[in-house]
C-alpha cells in the first residue's frame, strides 16, 4: 500500500494547513489512520490518531487546534491545522494501518507516507 501525503508549507504564526494523506492499492480494509511528526535529533510524535469508527485523540500540545478527518470512500486521512505555532514545525508523517486482499488471503499492512514539511514562521 502506498501513502502519498500532501499539504505542508510555509505559514505564519496563527495561520492554517490542511494535510492530505490518500492511501492507494489493493487495500481491503483501513483500521487506523494516524499523522506523526518530527524534528531533528527528536523521537517520532504522535500528533492525531482516528479509528475506522471516527473516534479521534490528539497528542496534549495539539488539542483545540487541529482535526483530523478520514474520507473512507477515497481512503485518505486529513489533519486540519488552525493557529499554528512556530514549535509546530515538523516533517509530518501520515501512518495507515490495516488489511490489503492476494490472490488467497487478506493480510495486515502498516505503512508511512513520504512525510510533508510544515513550517511555522514567528
Known amino acids: 500500500v502506498q501513502l502519498q501525503a500532501s499539504g505542508g508549507g510555509l505559514v505564519q504564526a496563527g495561520g492554517s494547513l490542511r494535510l492530505s494523506c490518500a492511501a492507494s492499492?489493493?487495500?481491503?480494509?483501513?483500521?487506523?489512520m494516524n499523522w506523526y511528526r518530527q524534528t531533528p535529533g527528536a523521537q517520532r510524535e504522535l500528533v492525531a490518531v482516528?479509528?475506522?469508527?471516527?473516534?479521534?485523540n490528539y497528542a496534549d500540545s495539539v488539542k483545540g487546534r487541529f482535526t483530523i478527518s478520514r474520507d473512507n470512500a477515497k481512503n485518505t486521512v486529513y489533519l486540519q491545522m488552525n493557529s499554528l505555532k512556530p514549535e509546530d514545525t515538523a516533517v509530518y508523517y501520515c501512518?495507515?494501518?490495516?488489511?490489503?486482499?492476494?490472490?488467497?488471503?487478506?493480510?495486515?499492512?502498516?505503512?508511512w507516507g513520504q512525510g510533508t514539511l510544515v513550517t511555522v514562521s514567528s
Open positions: 482516528i479509528s475506522s469508527t471516527g473516534m479521534t
Open positions: 492499492g489493493s487495500v481491503f480494509s483501513i483500521y487506523t
Open positions: 501512518n495507515v494501518v490495516g488489511t490489503i486482499a492476494t490472490m488467497t488471503h487478506v493480510e495486515p499492512f502498516a505503512s
